[in-house]
């Protein structure tokens, strides 16, 4: 057994996203996952471009500063860096981000884009998100159409999160997921209960 507590931050990213790419939601180079190291200056390390998330291991993070500009590594920065420092702008408990592409996760943010959000409710392992302590929690996932701008769908993603208070994470249109969390063990346990959540009502709408 794997003991998460013993990794440093950078070793369990690569890890969660090699068991990302295991469990189908960062097939390819799909996903990049990020942790924040400082608000003030911003400064984040993150996954650079292009790398396949089965072979991802330490090496291949950047440290960021607030304009995506490289401070260490080798590599690009991902064109979603400025996604994920807008979260970390507007989330204050936000220390971590992993971003998914699942199947699931990718067929219902086209199928319920017109409503504007994926709302769940009623399910006990929402418990498990932080902050909700009853299965009559409602979550509410916004979804954003998708673009290759991502500098105007950050302001896009800035204006959602502004609007609507509560939030563990946000869907991009026929893209994937944005989850964050305090840690990243907390991400990735918020990633777990919504993936989850996913395939129960992608199987319940066949």
């Given amino acids: 057994m794997i003991d998460m507590k013993s990794m440093s931050p950078v070793i369990e990213l690569a890890y969660t996203g090699r068991e990302f790419h295991r469990l189908g939601w960062a097939s390819g180079t799909n996903g990049n996952y990020s942790m924040l190291l400082a608000r ?71 199928h319920f884009f017109e409503q504007g959000a994926v709302e769940i409710e009623g399910y006990e392992i929402l418990k498990g998100l932080s902050g909700v302590t009853t299965h009559e929690h409602t979550e509410t996932v916004p979804i954003v159409e998708n673009s290759q701008d991502h500098i105007a769908l950050a302001h896009v993603m800035e204006n959602v999160l502004r609007e609507s208070g509560g939030l563990h994470a946000v869907m991009l249109r026929r893209s994937g997921l944005y989850v964050w969390g305090s840690t990243v063990a907390e991400a990735r346990r918020h990633v777990e209960i919504l993936e989850y959540l996913f395939e129960v009502i992608g199987r319940r709408l066949k």
């Fill in 40 to 110: 003030k200056p911003m400064r984040l390390c993150m996954t650079a471009s292009g790398i396949e998330k089965g072979a991802l291991d330490e090496t291949n993070f950047l440290e960021l500063d607030a304009d995506a500009e490289i401070l260490q590594g080798f590599g690009t920065p991902s064109p979603e860096t400025f996604i994920h420092l807008t979260i970390y702008r507007l989330i204050a408990q936000a220390r971590a981000i992993l971003h998914t592409s699942s199947v699931w996760g990718t067929i219902l943010s086209d």
